[in-house]
C-alpha cells in the first residue's frame, strides 16, 4: 500500500489565526511531498513541492510566507497557512512520493480549512 | 493559461454504455499521463497512466489513448456503472526546471454521472 493521511480533516479558524496541517505517509517513506489547493468545482492546483530536508519550491504566484512547508521527516510534512483571511478558505490536499519513483503520487484526504 | 483542459465539464452516460472523456494538454514537454477520479471533500484516487512513448494502456474497464500529435488523451470506461459517477481529472506530468523534480498539472475536471 501507499496510505497518506491528514490531520485535521477540517478545520475553522478565525481571521488572522494561523493553522497547521499536517501530511503522514504512513507505510512508506516520502521523499518528496507535495500540496495543492482547490477551490469549489475548480482544479487541484499545486502549490509547493518539498523534498525531505530542503526548503520547498512554491509555484509561481504562491506567497511563501504565507504558506509555510516544512518536510522535517521522511514520513511528515506540515502546511501552516499563516494570519489566515477567509479567501484562504479552500480544501487543501497534499501528496507523497516514494523514494525511487518518478512519477507517482500518493494523495491524501484531504483538509478542509474554512476562514471566518 | 491552462496548459491541460478537460472541454467538458459535465457528461452523462446509460448504465452499461461506455464512457468517453477527453482531456487536452498544449505542451509537448509532458511525458506522462494519468487519471484520477474524484469525490467531493476527498483526495484524488488514481485510475491509470500512460507514458509518451505508448498511445494506449488497459486496465480492466478503463483504458487511456494517447494522441501526441493532436496533443489529446481519452479516458475510456466500459461497461459504465452508477459507481463511476465521480468527478475526473486528467493530469500531465512535467519535470520543473528548477528543482528538477517531476509534477503534476491537473486539467479542470469533467463530472461523471452514470444513470442506473
Known amino acids: 500500500g501507499a496510505v497518506v493521511s491528514q490531520h485535521p480533516s477540517r478545520v475553522i479558524c478565525k481571521s488572522g489565526t494561523s493553522v497547521k496541517i499536517e501530511c503522514r505517509s504512513l507505510d512508506f517513506q516520502a521523499t518528496t511531498m507535495f500540496w495543492y489547493r482547490q477551490f469549489p468545482k475548480q482544479s487541484l492546483m499545486l502549490m509547493a513541492t518539498?523534498?525531505?530536508?530542503?526548503?520547498?519550491?512554491?509555484e509561481q504566484g504562491v506567497e511563501k510566507d504565507k504558506f509555510l512547508i516544512n518536510h522535517a521527516s521522511l514520513t511528515l510534512s506540515t502546511l501552516t497557512v499563516t494570519s489566515a483571511h477567509p479567501e484562504d478558505s479552500s480544501f487543501y490536499i497534499c501528496?507523497?512520493?516514494?523514494?525511487?519513483?518518478?512519477?507517482?503520487?500518493?494523495f491524501g484526504p484531504g483538509t478542509r480549512l474554512t476562514v471566518t | 493559461d491552462q496548459q491541460v483542459k478537460q472541454n467538458s465539464p459535465s457528461l452523462s452516460v446509460q448504465e452499461g454504455r461506455i464512457s468517453i472523456l477527453n482531456c487536452d494538454y498544449t505542451n509537448s514537454m509532458f511525458d506522462y499521463f494519468l487519471w484520477y477520479k474524484k469525490y467531493p471533500a476527498e483526495g484524488p484516487t488514481f485510475l491509470i497512466s500512460i507514458s509518451s512513448i505508448k498511445d494506449k494502456n488497459e486496465d480492466g474497464r478503463f483504458t487511456v489513448f494517447l494522441n501526441k500529435s493532436a496533443k489529446h488523451l481519452s479516458l475510456h470506461i466500459v461497461p459504465s456503472q452508477p459507481g463511476d459517477s465521480a468527478v475526473y481529472f486528467c493530469a500531465a506530468s512535467e519535470r520543473d526546471r528548477y528543482s528538477g523534480t517531476y509534477k503534476y498539472i491537473f486539467g479542470t475536471g469533467t463530472r461523471l454521472k452514470v444513470l442506473a
Open positions: 518539498s523534498n525531505e530536508g530542503s526548503k520547498a519550491t512554491y
Open positions: 501528496s507523497a512520493r516514494r523514494r525511487n519513483e518518478v512519477y507517482e503520487q500518493y
